[in-house]
């Protein structure tokens, strides 16, 4: 007995099934709801497609931007709460050894005033900048400023450079550090590898008491991260001849900055480093440094899946359209079903194959056709873009499987609450008043 029941469950299922796809194949007198039907499955396909699609790309935007600002925003900073300055040799040991962290080193920075200098030795150009004295050897803190570099070393920071200067219309010869500079604050400057830049701490000037502080610097080197923010802004020195130009700024912040293996665990490691380190220390990291612009991003990434899941909506009303024709045509078909013993889940769940099979077919259409599309265009670099607007010279492509599966997931849930109202519809008929009165 339990041996027939089974079998006859699988064919209850396999009929269902089987009249459900029957039904998606009109005859020759119901081509209008076969044609709607095909109707249903482009929309959905098309949907899903530019749904994939549109996510692929903000996901390759938002990876592009992220990479960007890391470049030179620390991973995890840790400064003292009261702005002061103070010896971090203590505690960089300490958390340099804690798992997840890959190094630690110390940094200083402040605003400063770049101006370069003419020809006959008086000021040139002047530009705002922000100065970041790091220690330039054997610092992993600062792989992606190296691989950034268009002119010159981060070695080149460590030296003294000979640089002729004319001072008070006599040539003469200097030893100058070095820095590295953005190559928009440089284009700004008007000056190439070689030539000296004076940084004068703005601090100095609002006393009103003795000179400014300033230092002349030689230029060993450009970087050019893709992001204005940091080309026209940066400027990179040692650390010990940042912290003679800033001894007495008051905006001077130091710390230490931190690397780490994964950067998505800096959170967790935010949370036990700030235990270590007390009250007394301010710790943050990438994600709280930032955090509007990539909560931005999310909402629009978010916006962009409603509005264009939208288009999916449309052809599930299709749907709807679709099969309420069917169970109309159909009414004679299903009484005779009903009169042979089939029970009304059963009518239901042949309708709710329909609407699967649909929403099937059109994912795996458009998902497939949106994944080989945003291959192609990440690949190949199909589209490009101007690079002083978007950062990028072609459209970034992130081929993330949780989007995709995101989109199909939404799809088939979508046409199959489009299949219950025609489902129900069909499970209501009443076999006796149909065979009566057709």
């Known amino acids: 007995m339990q041996v027939r ?65 890391l470049t030179f925003t620390p991973q995890i900073t840790i400064e003292r709460s009261d702005g002061g300055v103070w010896n971090p040799a203590a505690l960089e040991h300490r958390i340099a050894a804690l798992p997840g962290v890959a190094a630690a080193a110390p940094f200083v920075t402040s605003q400063v005033m770049a101006v370069s200098s003419s ?16 220690q330039p050897h054997d610092n992993p803190v600062l792989k992606e400023l190296s691989d950034t570099l268009e002119n010159g070393t981060l070695a080149d920071l460590e030296t003294t450079h000979p640089v002729t200067i004319v001072d008070k219309g006599v040539k003469r010869q200097v030893e100058l550090p070095g820095a590295i500079i953005g190559k928009s604050l440089a284009f700004e400057l008007g000056v190439r590898p070689g030539d000296p830049v004076i ?24 970087f050019h991260s893709g992001m204005y923010e940091f080309d026209s802004t940066l400027i990179f ?18 710390g230490l900055e931190l690397r780490l293996v994964n950067m998505f665990d800096a959170p967790a490691i935010r949370r036990r480093i700030a235990a270590i380190a007390g009250p007394d220390f301010q710790v943050s990291d990438w994600t709280t440094a930032n955090a509007p612009l990539f909560s931005a991003l999310k909402l629009e990434k978010f ?42 889940a059963s009518i239901a769940a042949i309708f709710l194959c329909q609407g699967a099979a649909l929403g099937v077919v059109g994912t795996l259409l458009g998902d497939g056709a949106g994944f080989v599309t945003a291959y192609l265009v990440g690949r190949y670099h199909l589209i490009h873009l101007p690079a002083d607007m978007f950062m990028v010279n072609a459209l970034p492509v992130e081929l993330n499987p949780w989007n995709f599966i995101a989109v199909a997931a939404a799809t088939i849930v979508l046409c199959l609450l489009a299949s219950i109202y025609p489902a129900l519809q069909a499970a209501r008929l009443s076999p006796v008043e149909v065979i009566r009165y057709e």
Not at 324 to 340: C, D, P
Request: aromatic share 6%.
């Open 199 to 222: 940084l004068i701490s703005p601090a100095s000037l609002g006393t009103g008491i003795g000179p400014p502080r300033l230092k002349r610097f030689v230029v060993t080197g450009f």
């Open 237 to 254: 020195v040692a650390l010990k001849d940042g912290r003679a130009l800033l001894a007495d700024d008051a905006s001077l912040e130091s």
């Open 5 to 69: 029941r089974r079998a006859a469950n699988g064919d209850a299922l396999r009929y269902e099934v089987l009249i459900g796809l029957r039904y998606l194949r009109a005859r020759r007198r119901e081509r209008f709801v076969s044609l709607i039907a095909i109707i249903s499955l482009a929309g959905i396909a098309f949907g899903t497609f530019a749904l994939s699609l549109a996510l692929s790309v903000m996901s390759g935007f938002e990876i592009n931007l992220r990479s960007l600002l």
């Open 303 to 344: 916006t962009y899946f409603m509005v264009l899941l939208l288009i999916v909506l449309v052809a599930a009303f299709n749907i709807i359209a679709t099969q309420v024709m069917v169970v109309m045509e159909r009414r004679k078909e299903i009484a005779i079903l009903r009169t042979m013993g089939a029970r009304a």
């Open 119 to 134: 020809d006959s030795g008086g000021a040139g150009l002047v530009s705002g900048g922000i100065i970041r004295g790091v």
